[in-house]
Structures are given as structure tokens and as C-alpha cells.
């Protein structure tokens, strides 16, 4: 599987299609539409797709959407989960469902506030064993272990709660791993001289470089785009004040 190769994207965004249907329940609803141009994740250049996009609505709100971005921006969550996996935020069940498929991910453990999405997410997929949703507020859940804890409710945002709900996640459960959605795009982003003092954990450099040198063999590089300097610095030094916690530089 390589997550920018357009044959797979296809391929995946097809086999999802067939599998969720446009439906609603409450204020959230999914629709489906035909969009011709699609950018992808950290990389902007757009290409004419002409794929049938999944979405997820709060009212009149995208909550998320099934997109080439969305599938690449999860390659390496997917790739690198094992064990029992946490994560906060349902959406339309991608994630739950692709982690449920490895053989080395015991229990898939899915924190939704929504019961709407919930219902929705039911009306489309069997009861999986390994997946387990609680429908609860995630920032007040009773005290688990955890292999992998992966945080999706930024709406593919970089923002500050990036940084707060990493403290507070980790002082909730016990978590070996953890990350959220736009990792990767946030510490490329990043510059040298101030990320070198920061003690970043190992998995998302590893993450970062993996994705980043798959992103270069499939001719994207050139179209790559950092995000905002002086916002990433600003998100960093949050990040800084809680990873160099405890340690000496």
C-alpha cells in the first residue's frame, strides 16, 4: 500500500462508497458528490479526480470527508498501529475500520460524543469484535492502557489543542503512543533551529520520515507546502513546554 499512489486512492475511496450510504440521523447527515479537483495531504497541487466524495455534516458544517487528503493523512497511523488502539473521534468509521483489519491491532477502542454518529456509523457496518465505541466526552473517561492513542477532531486544523489534549490524554490513560491528525505536515513544518530543542517522541519522527521520503518517490515534493511559519512556532512551543518536561537539554 502506498498512500499516493492514485490507484489505491481510488481504489479505496470506491470500496468505501459501496460499503456507506447517504443517510441521516439527528442534525449530522452523510451525502456523497461528485468532485472533480482534490488536493492531498502536504502537497497542494490538485488533480482531476472525478471521485465520488463521502461526506459528514453537523447541519451545514463538514465534519469530515472521505478524500485523498484524508486516506494519505492516515497512512502512517495505520501503518504503524498495534495492540489495543484509542481514538477520539468516529467521523464516518475510516479509521476504525482500517485498524480493525490488521492482525496486529487486538482492540479498537472509539470515543464519539455524537450518538448520531454513531447511528450513522452503525447503519453502515456490522458489528466488528475488535471495534469498541463508547459514546462519551473523551476528556472524561474512566482510565485505560493503550498501545496507540490517536486524537481526530481538529477538522485538519493545526491548532493549540494539538498540544493541551496531548498532556491531558496522557495524564487520563496510559498510552505508549500517541498523535493526532496532521502530525507529520506540523513538524516538516517546522524550523531547524527551534525543533532541535525540542524533545520530539521517536514514533513521530519516525512517522514524519517515513511519510516524507514516500512523498518524494511518488513526485509530490514539489508541490509540498508548509504550513504557516509563525503559527507552527507558536504551536511548538506549546508542545516544547510539555515534551521537555522532566528533561535535560
Not at 509540498?224 to 506549546?238: A, F
Request: some cysteine; aromatic content about 12%; charged content about 35%.
Amino acid at each position: 500500500m502506498r498512500p499516493y499512489e492514485e490507484r489505491f486512492i481510488k481504489q479505496t475511496i470506491n470500496r468505501y462508497n459501496k460499503l456507506i450510504s447517504e443517510s441521516e440521523s439527528g442534525q449530522y447527515s452523510i451525502v456523497k458528490s461528485k468532485e472533480e479537483s482534490l488536493s492531498g495531504y502536504l502537497y497542494e497541487e490538485e488533480k482531476n479526480k472525478n471521485l465520488d466524495i463521502i461526506k459528514l455534516f453537523n447541519d451545514d458544517k463538514l465534519i469530515m470527508e472521505l478524500t485523498p487528503k484524508e486516506i494519505e493523512g492516515y497512512f502512517e497511523i495505520i501503518k504503524n498501529a498495534k495492540g489495543k488502539i484509542g481514538i477520539v473521534g468516529l467521523g464516518l468509521g475510516y479509521l476504525a475500520e482500517e485498524l480493525a483489519n490488521k492482525k496486529e491491532v487486538t482492540e479498537v477502542v472509539v470515543y464519539e460524543i455524537s450518538s448520531s454518529v454513531i447511528e450513522l456509523y452503525k447503519r453502515n457496518f456490522k458489528n466488528r469484535r475488535k471495534i469498541k465505541i463508547l459514546n462519551e466526552d473523551a476528556y472524561k473517561a474512566e482510565r485505560q492502557k493503550f498501545d496507540f492513542f490517536f486524537v481526530d477532531i481538529y477538522n485538519e486544523k493545526l491548532v493549540e489543542e494539538c498540544a493541551n489534549d496531548y498532556k491531558i490524554f496522557n495524564e487520563i490513560h496510559d498510552i505508549e503512543e500517541y498523535s493526532f491528525w496532521g502530525m507529520e505536515h506540523f513538524l516538516l513544518s517546522c524550523r531547524y533551529e527551534e525543533i532541535v530543542w525540542v524533545f520530539i517522541p521517536e514514533i513521530w519522527m519516525d512517522m514524519t520520515k517515513d511519510l516524507a521520503r514516500i512523498l518524494d518517490e511518488s513526485g509530490y515534493m514539489e508541490s509540498y507546502k508548509p504550513l504557516e511559519p509563525k503559527h507552527v512556532s507558536n504551536i511548538l512551543e506549546k508542545f516544547k513546554v510539555i515534551l521537555n518536561e522532566g528533561e535535560e537539554i
